[in-house]
């Protein structure tokens, strides 16, 4: 089993005792319908229990009509008396104007039962009716009631009832399903185990199980209506707070079980970390600091670090992580820092030998573009720990790979990678200090539903002198004007540009969209002619795309044309334009990243984004929200309620779970609650 199936999504109902749960055993459901509930998920009776109804029908019996039209009743059963035959002429129906209280109902027949019916009918006569209810300029209209003529109005109780409705399952009816929970209600009830310790229950004011259970699905007369309404809404989120409890403890256990045998390095602060900061050509931020403090806090413990490093694109959030490595090397142990791309870690390789050139530290990689040669003398020097430091992608988890005593793990863009794959880097050490790293804001709700087994720490500040990144949205037919002055900005400044594309060549499949390798012909034999035009894509070969990225950083390439492979890692302070073409084929995340490869220094940048014609809501919500903020953590709650939680991170990397009732976005105070109740359960603090 791995790490990440353990993990609890959907809310599962437990019993006390073991007994038969089967479907078959409840009377009504026979094979063909027991099939049916099994093709929706529904396997037993306890997850009948959880098929919570959809919606419910404000079914009114025998009330006075005034009070069914105040309310808007859905249904209704009632008698009065008949005021006006209105008989059907065309398309005109025919229809009945029924007095009931004082209150006028219309009932319609568009087409006529039988014949004859018409006549039944007249002025002054008194008939039962019922139906569904739907209101046309506040008058209740109900087509083809059922309908029945007496001589009195009877005297009957008012019943006024939510009754649920349930639907999605092909050709079992409301009914069946209502049956169904009753019986299952009534077998199993007393047996359900209570998951939420009643203390919780009782600060929250929320009912238990078996109370929420039975106000959702097992509802009498409604009584008053408000009250019912609020005792509904009570219910569902007792189900939600379980939902996310659940979760939470799994979580917290996780993170309790880590530690609670495990004997992490002591990394106690060293000079060669002040030293390293003493160096820095910048002042670090307040935030900065502060994470700083925090992970060398936990890092001069036994108890491995779990820490989770959030911050905006060009927050410093790598200065961070070479502070945490520089304490780390510095106590003996070694440290591997990992990344999704080739380019990503080349990166961090460049600002490690940049940061470390002064601190006499032995540094090398490991990537899939080596040399045998070179892998073997890497793989060596990190066995026999002549080298403290090594920067890789998923090569470091590959088979053959030993540390002689590896005691941080840090890794970059963590969702990027599976659940799985970072137990085996973690395998690799004994008990190491784990940080992780994201560049991707990720939303507090959901940080807490997918990494709640780590500590988070949120970097917010940008560095100082960084300016804003203007955006702007432009059509593909003003490109020619927008090149022409690039040109004339690039000539001028002696700055660099990124032209971004959505393909590497051209496709049959998508014609009419942009491809990096004719748009960079394209644009060095017009708009930019005169200008140094390079060409970087996913389909190079590691070197070649590392030489470019080498030229472009030494200012010889003007402007890189390039797919998203600098989505993330390239520093380029001289770089101060961005293009982005046929941006709406790109998410808001990946526009956020790209756009932050420009803006990492005191000049003003821009970011253009060029479009098409006939988006889609969804694009143009994107690039709109692109253009309002540069905020990251704005932009990625706006991408969230777009794109669901599971497209937002990728549910089988992240290990995200699937709700059966909560929503992370509609329910996010509940998982904050969650979470901290749980902590302050198993840890005695929830603070963290």
């Not at 002549?386 to 969702?415: M, N, P, R, Y």
Request: glycine share 8%.
């Amino acid at each position: 089993m791995s790490d990440a199936d353990s993990i609890p999504g959907r809310l599962n109902l437990r019993l006390k005792t073991e007994q038969p749960t089967g479907l078959k055993k409840l009377r009504g459901i026979g094979p063909k319908t027991a099939r049916r509930l099994h093709d929706r998920g529904i396997t037993d009776q306890l997850d009948l229990l959880l098929y919570v109804p959809r919606k419910y029908r404000l079914a009114y019996r025998h009330v006075p009509g005034p009070k069914v039209v105040a309310d808007r009743a859905d249904w209704v059963q009632t008698a009065g008396r008949v005021t006006e035959v209105m008989p059907k002429r065309g398309r005109r129906p025919f229809e009945l104007r029924v007095d009931v209280d004082g209150a006028t109902f219309k009932l319609l027949w568009f087409n006529l039962p039988f014949r004859g019916f018409d006549r039944r009918f007249t002025s002054e006569s008194i008939i039962l009716f019922k139906g569904t209810v739907d209101y046309d300029r506040a008058v209740p209209t109900l087509s083809h009631p059922n309908t029945k003529i007496v001589d009195q109005r009877p005297d009957l109780r008012p019943q006024m009832a939510l009754e649920p409705v349930y639907g999605g399952i092909d050709k079992v009816g409301d009914s069946i399903i209502a049956s169904a929970v009753e019986q299952a209600f009534e077998r199993l009830a007393s047996e359900l185990v209570e998951g939420v310790p009643a203390s919780l229950l009782a600060d929250h004011e929320l009912p238990t199980i078996n109370e929420a259970l039975a106000t959702i699905h097992v509802l009498d007369d409604v009584g008053d209506l408000k009250e019912l309404k609020k005792r509904l809404t009570i219910a569902r989120q007792r189900l939600i707070y379980q939902e996310f409890f659940d979760l939470q403890q799994a979580l917290t256990q996780r993170y309790i079980t880590e530690r609670r045998a495990a004997c992490a390095p002591q990394c106690k602060e060293r000079e060669m970390g002040r030293e390293l900061v003493r160096n820095l050509p910048f002042s670090l931020t307040g935030d900065q600091k502060a994470a700083i403090a925090t992970i060398a806090e936990e890092l001069g413990s036994q108890v491995p670090m779990r820490r989770l490093l959030q911050g905006d694109v060009g927050s410093g959030k790598t200065v961070v992580a070479m502070m945490a490595a520089a304490i780390a090397v510095a106590n003996g142990v070694q440290v591997a820092m990992m990344a999704p791309t080739e380019i990503l870690a080349a990166q961090h390789l460049r600002r490690v030998q940049q940061y470390f050139s002064d601190l006499n530290t032995p540094v090398t990689r490991l990537s899939g573009s080596q040399t045998t040669a070179e892998r073997q003398e890497a793989l060596e020097a990190l066995r026999s720990g002549k080298v403290s430091l090594v920067v890789g992608t998923h090569a470091l988890f590959q088979e053959g790979v030993e540390f002689a005593d590896l005691g941080l793990i840090i890794v970059d863009e963590e969702h990027k990678f599976g659940v799985d794959q970072r137990q085996s880097l973690l395998a690799l050490g004994k008990d190491p200090h784990l940080l992780s790293m994201t560049a991707t804001p990720i939303p507090r709700s959901l940080a807490h539903a997918v990494f709640g087994d780590r500590d988070l720490t949120v970097i917010r500040e940008k560095p100082p002198g960084r300016k804003p990144i203007r955006t702007v949205l432009r059509r593909r037919a003003a490109s020619r004007k927008l090149y022409a002055y690039i040109a004339d900005r690039l000539e001028s400044t002696g700055e660099q540009a990124y032209v971004v594309y959505p393909l590497v060549e051209a496709s049959e499949a998508v014609a009419d969209r942009r491809n990096v390798v004719d748009g960079a012909a394209e644009l060095a034999n017009g708009a930019l002619r005169g200008l140094r035009v390079g060409v970087l894509h996913g389909q190079m070969p590691g070197e070649a795309k590392s030489a470019v990225m080498k030229r472009f950083a030494a200012g010889e390439i003007d402007v890189l044309c390039s797919t998203t492979v600098i989505e993330v890692g390239v520093d380029v302070p001289n770089a101060t334009v961005m293009i982005v073409e046929d941006a709406e084929l790109f998410g808001l995340s990946q526009l956020h990243q790209l756009r932050g490869r420009v803006g990492r220094s005191s000049t003003e940048s821009m970011c253009v984004l060029l479009t098409g014609y006939g988006l889609t809501d969804d694009a143009r919500q994107r690039l709109r929200a692109m253009a309002a903020t540069d905020d990251g953590f704005d932009l990625a709650e706006t991408d969230l309620r777009i794109r669901g939680p599971g497209e937002f991170l990728g549910i089988k990397q992240a290990g995200l779970p699937e709700f059966r009732f909560g929503d992370i976005l509609r329910d996010g105070q509940w998982l904050k609650t969650a979470r901290r109740d749980a902590r302050r359960l198993l840890l005695g603090d929830a603070s963290r």
